[in-house]
């Protein structure tokens, strides 16, 4: 048994004497480090003293930490959604199996944001949040630059650009339709009609960002990767069915319950209030009039016709 041991834990050096030669490092070095090192923990490993140090309010208003924490457990979904995109489109020759498995992880991470909005609609009493929100001017939501790359990442940049364009700038290129994306247009002032400084500053930092992504995905989408490798699969249905569900979770559902928040808290006696980042939000955000869908050719002309107009369209 001990003999075992030895002979096992030997090969095991020479697999790692081997794989620091390579690199001409010292393994017996390496091996006192071992030594030395203090064994891992679960507060480290997640960084656990770090997340919880992050929530830094403006008021102080108990409330303000409930919207700031939801805000970043939804950033933190989004950004496994982008993984799961970046694993998308940097596979080569991309199987049927892998792209359903990671379609179904981004459907399981939006399911989650859908159904937990409420701990924004009803999870905050209004009288803090009316107040705090004032303190937070002119940051808003519309400021994510993840949710714009899940965008940007799953489908072409022409379904992103706004509904009166699209038609116009279908052969165009991508600085052309980044120039008309549909928040670019929605993000405009109440009052004036000029770029809210919500948008501007938005721009100011992320323009190339953007840029960058629309050039990286432009092959590389989820609607481009199921176009060209899996339009005539034998399992298409299969894929067909998760992207419409992906969709209709994504740009009905999730925004269904977003505006629910909007209404629950700045509409008042059937008057609004201001929205944080000065936009005209009841003719901005809803998904009958934005009209974004990222596999726009898998619906029907009558679905077209209908995305967004009811509730119960988006949540069945
Ligand atoms: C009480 C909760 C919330 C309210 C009242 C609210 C309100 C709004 C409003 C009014 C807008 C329009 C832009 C503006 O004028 O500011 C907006 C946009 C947006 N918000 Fe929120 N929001 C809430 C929570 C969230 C959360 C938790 C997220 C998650 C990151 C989020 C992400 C977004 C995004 C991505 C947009 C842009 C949507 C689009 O371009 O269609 N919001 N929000």
Do not use: C
């Not at 993984?83 to 498995?101: G, K, W, Y």
């Not at 609609?121 to 939501?141: D, I, T, Y």
């Not at 000029?194 to 960002?209: G, I, M, P, R, V």
Request: hydrophobic content about 40%; cysteine-free; glycine content about 4%.
């Amino acid at each position: 048994m001990g003999d075992d041991v030895d002979a096992h834990l030997l090969e095991q050096l020479k697999k790692l004497q081997a794989k620091y030669n390579v690199m001409g490092q010292d393994l017996s070095s390496y091996l006192d480090g071992l030594l030395y090192s203090d064994y891992l923990t679960y507060w480290d490993y997640i960084r656990l003293d770090t997340l919880l140090s992050l929530q830094s309010p403006e008021t102080s208003f108990p409330d303000e930490k409930v919207f700031i924490l939801y805000h970043q457990i939804t950033e933190l979904y989004f950004r496994m959604v982008i993984l799961e995109l970046e694993q998308i489109s940097s596979r080569p020759n991309i199987d049927e199996q892998f792209f359903i498995d990671r379609i179904d992880r981004i459907i399981r991470y939006f399911h989650n944001l859908v159904n937990s909005f409420d701990i924004m609609v009803v999870g905050m009493e209004k009288e803090q949040f009316l107040k705090f929100r004032m303190a937070l001017l002119p940051a808003s939501g519309f400021q994510s630059a993840q949710y714009r790359l899940i965008e940007i990442g799953s489908t072409d940049l022409i379904n992103l650009v706004s509904i009166e364009d699209r038609e116009r700038l279908k052969a165009t290129d991508i600085n052309a339709m980044l120039e008309k994306l549909y928040w670019r247009s929605g993000a405009t002032e109440l009052a004036s009609g000029k770029k809210t400084l919500t948008l501007q500053q938005f721009e100011a930092k992320y323009n190339s960002t953007f840029h960058d992504a629309a050039v990286r995905y432009r092959e590389t989408n989820l609607l481009q990767i199921f176009q060209r490798n899996f339009e005539n699969s034998e399992r298409r249905d299969e894929i067909v069915e998760r992207l419409r569900l992906y969709d209709r979770l994504a740009n009905l559902q999730w925004r269904f319950a977003h505006i629910k928040s909007a209404g629950h808290y700045l509409r008042k006696n059937q008057k609004e209030i201001k929205a944080t980042g000065g936009t005209n939000w009841q003719k901005y955000l809803p998904s009958r009039f934005q009209k974004v869908m990222f596999f726009p050719e898998l619906w029907s002309e009558q679905e077209h016709e209908d995305w967004g107009k009811s509730v119960m369209h988006a949540v069945h």
